[in-house]
């Protein structure tokens, strides 16, 4: 019901960007990851962030596809 309602709130937003910190677990080694970065949004479906890390990664992604260049 959540997201319903904020798809619903933001269904007119066509592009979005913006800086992000990220706090995470890793799943394989149970190590704890901080990344900062930015982003950018299209609507419906196009995303692309840059992740800086120990580890600098490049995500694209789109209705078919998800591309990380590590």
Known sequence: ??????EKQNESTKTLS???DQFRTDGTFGDKVKSTGK???RAPSSYY???ET????KVWSDEKRLV???
């Open 1 to 6: 019901a959540l997201l319903t309602r904020l």
């Open 39 to 41: 982003f950018w949004y």
């Open 49 to 51: 962030a840059e992740y």
């Open 18 to 20: 913006g800086a992000f």
């Open 68 to 70: 990380e260049y590590i």
């Open 54 to 57: 120990d580890h600098p990664s």
